[in-house]
C-alpha cells in the first residue's frame, strides 16, 4: 500500500438507477461526504470507477472503502473487490430497511419524507461503519 | 429502448444525467423506454447484459469522460445514441446548477432540457425502425 | 525523472509541469524561444470543474499583464483569465471552441490557451513564480479550498 498521510475512507456507493433503495444509497452516501464526516471521507465515483478511472482505482486501493448497496446484487461491492481491493466495510440498503420495519419506500426519483428519513437513518449507519475503520487504521 | 445515465456521484451534471433519465422513463416516453443501472452492466448481470444487446441504447453522461457510453459499449450494448450534459449546458448557459445531492431549480430545469434531448433522440430512432 | 511535481490531495492528484512558470492566479507561461504560450494549472481545472467555454481575446490584440485575457466557463464557475505577461497576442488555441474539455484532460499540453510575443520578457518573467514556488503556493490553496475539486 502507498504511504497516504492523511487518515480517509473512501465511500464507494451503487447508482441503483432501477430501485428506491439504489437512490437511498447515492442520498445516503452524499449526506456523509456533505455533512456528517466531511473531513473524513472522499466518495468514489462509481461510473467512473468502472469505466477505468485511475484517480477512483488508485485511492480505493490505498485506502480502506466502505461500499453502499441499495440491494442484494452488490453492484459497489463487486467493483471494489475487483478492480481494488476487498472493501473494509459494506451494507446493503434491503438488509437495513429489513431491519428497521421501515414504512413502504416512495418514488426511486423524489424521495419523500418517509423515504428521507431511511435515508438519514442509513447515512447515520454509513458514518457510524466510517467510524469503525478509523477506530481500526494501522 | 434503454436509457442509461452516468448518475456520476461527484458532480451535479451526473445527477442531472440521472433525473434527465427518470423524466424520460416515467413520463415523456414512458411506452418506449426503460432504464437499467450501469453497474449490472459490469458485474456482469445476464439480464442487463441481454437487454443492452437487444435493444437500441442511448447514453446520457454527465461530463465529457463518458463512463455510460464506454462501459455500455464494453458490454456489447447496441450503442445508438450518446447525451452529454456538458453539450447541453452549452446551449444552456444561463443555468448553473449548483445542487448535486439535490437538484437546485437551475439543476432541474437542465434535466429537463437533457429530457428533452433524450426523447427527440428516442422519436428519432423508433422513426428508422 | 518525472516532468511534474506531483501532490495527492484526497483521491486527486495534482501536479506542476516543472520548467514552466507561474502566476499566483494559477495560469502557467513556457517560454518558447522569443513566444510564450499560456495555460492554465492543473489545479485551476480541478477546481473549475468541466470546462464549457474559453473566450480569449483576438490574435493581434495587446495584452497588459495583470489585466483582461479573457475568461473560463463552466458551469460551477466564470474565471477571469489575466495575462502573465505584456505583449501581442499571436494565436488562440482553436481547438478548444469544438472541445474545450481539452483543458481538463491536458492543461499543460493541448488545452493550451494562446501564444503570446511578449514585449518586456525579462522584467514580466521576474515577477512569475518558478514551478516549486508555485508548487508550495498550490499546497496552501488546497488547505483552504477543500471539497472544490472534482473528479476527471
Not at chain 1, 426511486?108 to 457510524?128: G, Q
Not at chain 2, 433519465?21 to 426503460?34: A, C, P, S
Not at chain 2, 456489447?76 to 452529454?84: M, Y
Request: charge should be neutral.
Amino acid at each position: 500500500m502507498t504511504e497516504r498521510p492523511e487518515k480517509k475512507v473512501g465511500i464507494i456507493s451503487c447508482s441503483g438507477e432501477e430501485c428506491v433503495e439504489g437512490t437511498i444509497s447515492r442520498v445516503a452516501t452524499r449526506l456523509v461526504l456533505g455533512k456528517l464526516r466531511p473531513n473524513e471521507t472522499v466518495t468514489i465515483c462509481l461510473p467512473l470507477f468502472l469505466a477505468g478511472g485511475r484517480e477512483e482505482r488508485e485511492f480505493a486501493r490505498d485506502y480502506p472503502t466502505v461500499t453502499v448497496d441499495g440491494c442484494d446484487k452488490m453492484c459497489a461491492k463487486v467493483a471494489t473487490e475487483r478492480y481494488s481491493g476487498k472493501p473494509a466495510s459494506s451494507l446493503v440498503v434491503t438488509d437495513l430497511t429489513k431491519g428497521w420495519q421501515c414504512p413502504k419506500l416512495g418514488s426511486r426519483r423524489k424521495l419523500n419524507d418517509e423515504t428521507l428519513t431511511v435515508t438519514r437513518k442509513v447515512s447515520d449507519r454509513i458514518a457510524e461503519e466510517v467510524d469503525e475503520v478509523l477506530r481500526h487504521w494501522v | 429502448m434503454i436509457i442509461i445515465p452516468c448518475s456520476g456521484i461527484g458532480k451535479a451534471f451526473g445527477s442531472i444525467s440521472r433525473d434527465a433519465t427518470y423524466e424520460v422513463t416515467e413520463n415523456l416516453r414512458k411506452e418506449t423506454t426503460q432504464t437499467l443501472c450501469l453497474a449490472l452492466l459490469v458485474s456482469g448481470d445476464e439480464e442487463s447484459l441481454r437487454l443492452v444487446r437487444d435493444n437500441k441504447c442511448i447514453t446520457v453522461d454527465g461530463c465529457p469522460l463518458q463512463c455510460a457510453e464506454k462501459n455500455v459499449k464494453l458490454a456489447g450494448g447496441d450503442l445508438a445514441g450518446s447525451i452529454r450534459v456538458v453539450d447541453v449546458y452549452k446551449e444552456n448557459r444561463h443555468l448553473k446548477p449548483r445542487g448535486v445531492t439535490f437538484l437546485d431549480r437551475d439543476g432541474q430545469q437542465m434535466a429537463f432540457a437533457v429530457a428533452g434531448k433524450i426523447a427527440n433522440k428516442v422519436d428519432d430512432l423508433l422513426r428508422e425502425q | 525523472m518525472s516532468e511534474y511535481l506531483q501532490t495527492t490531495f484526497d483521491k486527486f492528484e495534482l501536479r506542476v509541469r516543472k520548467g514552466f512558470y507561474y502566476t499566483k492566479d494559477d495560469l502557467w507561461v513556457s517560454v518558447e524561444n522569443s513566444k510564450a504560450r499560456v495555460g492554465v494549472s492543473d489545479y485551476l481545472q480541478k477546481t473549475s470543474g468541466d470546462v464549457a467555454f474559453i473566450e480569449v481575446a483576438k490574435p493581434g490584440s495587446t495584452v497588459e499583464k495583470g489585466k483582461d485575457l479573457g475568461t473560463m466557463e463552466s458551469a460551477k464557475t466564470t474565471v477571469p483569465l489575466l495575462s502573465p505577461l505584456s505583449g501581442t497576442l499571436d494565436e488562440a488555441n482553436s481547438k478548444l471552441t469544438g472541445s474545450p474539455e481539452l483543458v481538463n484532460s491536458d492543461p499543460y499540453g493541448e488545452g493550451w490557451l494562446v501564444i503570446l510575443t511578449p514585449r518586456n520578457l525579462e522584467d514580466d518573467r521576474s515577477s512569475l513564480l518558478s514551478a516549486d514556488d508555485y508548487f508550495k503556493l498550490m499546497l496552501e490553496k488546497l488547505q483552504s479550498e477543500r471539497g472544490k475539486l472534482e473528479s476527471r
